[in-house]
C-alpha cells in the first residue's frame, strides 16, 4: 500500500473515530464526523429502510411525505455541530438513446452522464442546515429519432419552439420535456439537497432545494419524485408526528419556483412558474400501520421568481379548468392548474408485507353530478406491494416487489376534452422544473408496469428486475390519426429487463450498480401505417439500448 492511500484510510479513521469527536468537544465545532444514516430519496439506505419496516424493525411514521431534511437527525445542542455528508458519485451510461428515470438534476442522455454531490449538516439549538450541493454532466451525445423527411411520425415544432423540444407535446398537450437537452454537452450546477430551517417542538419552517417524494410508491408517484431537479422553495411541516387520540397526523406545506428549460422556446417572459403543494397524512391509533393521505399541487405562471412566492396559499384556494375545452380551441390562456392525489399504504409486519396506491385527477370536477357520473374523469392511478422474508439459513431477506402505473387519458376523453396528466393550456411547460417532470419518471400520458426480486444480506444484495414503459400515448395519437386497428405498431414500447446488485466493501465503501437490457418498440412513435410487412419494403423500427448505473459512496460516508 502506497503512502498516500495509507494516509488516506488514517484521515477516515479519525473522522470517523470517537476520539476525534471527544477531540472537538472543546471547540466551536462540537463534532466532526461521517454519517452512515443519511436516508436520501432513493438511496440504498432509503430502500433499506423501507425493507426493515415490513420487518417491523423501523417506524413507518415519516416515510410517505419526504425529503432529506426532514429524516437527518440532529442533536438537541447549544453549541454548533457539524456532520459530514456524502460524497457520493453516480455513474450512467446509455449505449443508443436517453433512459433516464429518478436521476434528480441529471438528465441522462445517450453516452456518459455522472452527477457528484458531497456537503455537510450543522445544527445549533433550533436552527438546522443542509448543505449539499450538486453538479450534473451528460456527454450528450446525438441519437437518432423520427426523421420526418423519411415518412415517420414526428411532428414539426410550432414557430418559436426549440429545435430540441417535444415535438410531440405541443397543443392540446403542451409541456417542457425536451427530447434531447441540446446539442452539446449538458452540465448543470445546484445546491441539490440543500435546506435551512429552523424547528421547534411541533413545527419546522425553513428554504430548501431539495428532492421531496409524496406518496407510497416506490418507481413512480403522482405529485412529488426526485425525478426532475429540487424546486427552491419555502417550507412549512410537522417537525415530528402531531399525537392525537385518533392517531397521528404529518402535514407539508411549500411555494416555490418552477423554471423552463434551455430547450423550450424563445419566449423569456414565461420562463417561471409559481408552484403551491400541501399533503397531510394521517396514522390511526387502532391501526398505526395504515397510513392514508392527500396531496394537491397548483402551478402558474408568473412574472418572475420573486412574484412565485406569493402563491403560498393557492394549493387550498379555487382555480378554473383551463383543460375543458373543446380539441379546435389551440389558445394557451393564462391560469392556474392542479394536480390532487389520494394515497394509502398499509404494512403488516408480522408477515413482511405491504400494499399501498395512490389515485389522482388532473381536473376537478365540474360539479357533483360529473364527479358521480365520471368519476374517471382525468384519472391516473399507482398500485403496488412489497413481500420481505428473512431467510436466516442463507444470512439475509428475500424481497419481492412489483408496482403499476397508469397516467393514460381515462375513456371519457371519447367525448369530452381532457389534457394529458402533466400537460397544460394555462402554462406551457406543464408541471415541470428545467425539462423534467416533478412527478412520476414515466411522463405525461404513459403507463409502466415493474417486477423486482433481491437478496439482501447486511453487506451485499443481488437481484433482478423487468419493466414495460408505454410512452406518450396520448401525444401519439393525438399527432397523427392512425386508420383503425393498426394502433399496436405504432405504440412507443420500452421493455426492459435488468440486474442490480450492492456491496460494502472495507476500503471501497459502498457501491450499488444496475444494467438495463432496454429494447425499445417502434421507438418515437415511427411507424404510421400499422404493422410493417417485410414483403412490401417494411421494417421495424426498434432500437436496443444498454445502460449502465453506477453509484458510488467512499467507506464510512451515506
Do not use: K
Request: proline share 7%; hydrophobic share 40%; glycine share 10%.
Amino acid at each position: 500500500m502506497t503512502a498516500p492511500h495509507r494516509r488516506a484510510i488514517l484521515l477516515l479513521g479519525l473522522l470517523t473515530s470517537p476520539a476525534s469527536a471527544a477531540a472537538q468537544d472543546s471547540s466551536l465545532w462540537r463534532r466532526v464526523r461521517a454519517t452512515d444514516s443519511v436516508l436520501a430519496v432513493g438511496s440504498e439506505a432509503d430502500d433499506r429502510d423501507r425493507v426493515a419496516q415490513l420487518l417491523g424493525a423501523a417506524p413507518t411514521a415519516g416515510t410517505l411525505v419526504r425529503s432529506l431534511s426532514s429524516r437527518l437527525p440532529f442533536a438537541a445542542a447549544d453549541t454548533l455541530v457539524h456532520t459530514v455528508v456524502g460524497p457520493e458519485l453516480y455513474l450512467a451510461h446509455n449505449s443508443r438513446l436517453p433512459f433516464s428515470q429518478n436521476d434528480g438534476a441529471l438528465w441522462a442522455g445517450r453516452g456518459l452522464s455522472w452527477r457528484f454531490s458531497a456537503g455537510i449538516t450543522a445544527s445549533r439549538g433550533r436552527w438546522r442546515l443542509v448543505f449539499m450541493p450538486e453538479v450534473a454532466d451528460a456527454q450528450n451525445r446525438r441519437f437518432v429519432d423520427a426523421d420526418p423527411t423519411q415518412g415517420y411520425n414526428r411532428p414539426i415544432n410550432a414557430p418559436g419552439r426549440s429545435d430540441f423540444a417535444s415535438p410531440w407535446n405541443q397543443h392540446p398537450f403542451p409541456a417542457d420535456v425536451p427530447v434531447r437537452f441540446g446539442g452539446t454537452p449538458y452540465r448543470r450546477l445546484t445546491l441539490g439537497q440543500s435546506a435551512f430551517w429552523t424547528e421547534g417542538r411541533a413545527m419546522a419552517v425553513g428554504f430548501s432545494t431539495e428532492n421531496q417524494w409524496w406518496g407510497p410508491g416506490i418507481h413512480d408517484a403522482l405529485i412529488m419524485t426526485n425525478n426532475a431537479a429540487g424546486v427552491p422553495h419555502l417550507f412549512a411541516r410537522t417537525a415530528r408526528p402531531l399525537r392525537t387520540g385518533v392517531g397521528e397526523f404529518e402535514a407539508r406545506l411549500m411555494v416555490g419556483a418552477l423554471s423552463e428549460s434551455e430547450f423550450f422556446d424563445d419566449d423569456p417572459g414565461n420562463d417561471t412558474r409559481s408552484l403551491s403543494a400541501a399533503a397531510v397524512t394521517y396514522r390511526p391509533r387502532w391501526s398505526p400501520d395504515l397510513t392514508v393521505g392527500v396531496a394537491r399541487a397548483v402551478y402558474a405562471p408568473v412574472g418572475g421568481r420573486s412574484a412565485a412566492f406569493t402563491h403560498v396559499l393557492d394549493a387550498f384556494g379555487t382555480f378554473d379548468r383551463p383543460n375543458a375545452r373543446s380539441w379546435s380551441d389551440s389558445t394557451l390562456s393564462g391560469g392556474r392548474d392542479q394536480l390532487a392525489s389520494f394515497f394509502w399504504r398499509w404494512v403488516f409486519p408480522r408477515h413482511g408485507y405491504e400494499f399501498y396506491g395512490e389515485l389522482g385527477r388532473a381536473e376537478r370536477p365540474a360539479n357533483v353530478r360529473d364527479f358521480l357520473t365520471e368519476p374517471n374523469h382525468t384519472l391516473a392511478y399507482i398500485f403496488g406491494g412489497q413481500h420481505a422474508r428473512p431467510l436466516s439459513r442463507f444470512g439475509g431477506t428475500f424481497r419481492l416487489q412489483a408496482e403499476f402505473a397508469q397516467l393514460e387519458q381515462s375513456p371519457s376523453y371519447r367525448r369530452r376534452p381532457t389534457h394529458s396528466w402533466y400537460t397544460s393550456r394555462a402554462a406551457p411547460q406543464g408541471y415541470t422544473q428545467h425539462g423534467q417532470v416533478i412527478g412520476a419518471t414515466i411522463g405525461p400520458g404513459s403507463s409502466h408496469q415493474w417486477l423486482a426480486a433481491d437478496f439482501m444480506a447486511p453487506a451485499w444484495s443481488a437481484g433482478a428486475f423487468v419493466g414495460r414503459w408505454r410512452f406518450n400515448l396520448d401525444a401519439m395519437f393525438a399527432a397523427v390519426d392512425y386508420p383503425p386497428g393498426t394502433g399496436a405498431c405504432e405504440y412507443d414500447v420500452t421493455l426492459y429487463p435488468g440486474v442490480r446488485g450492492s456491496v460494502r466493501a472495507p476500503v471501497v465503501g459502498s457501491v450499488r450498480a444496475e444494467v438495463v437490457f432496454g429494447n425499445r418498440l417502434n421507438a418515437f412513435h415511427q411507424n404510421t401505417s400499422g404493422c410493417p410487412a417485410p414483403e412490401t419494403g417494411g421494417h421495424w423500427v426498434d432500437v436496443r439500448n444498454r445502460t449502465l448505473r453506477i453509484w458510488v459512496q467512499p467507506l464510512g460516508f451515506r
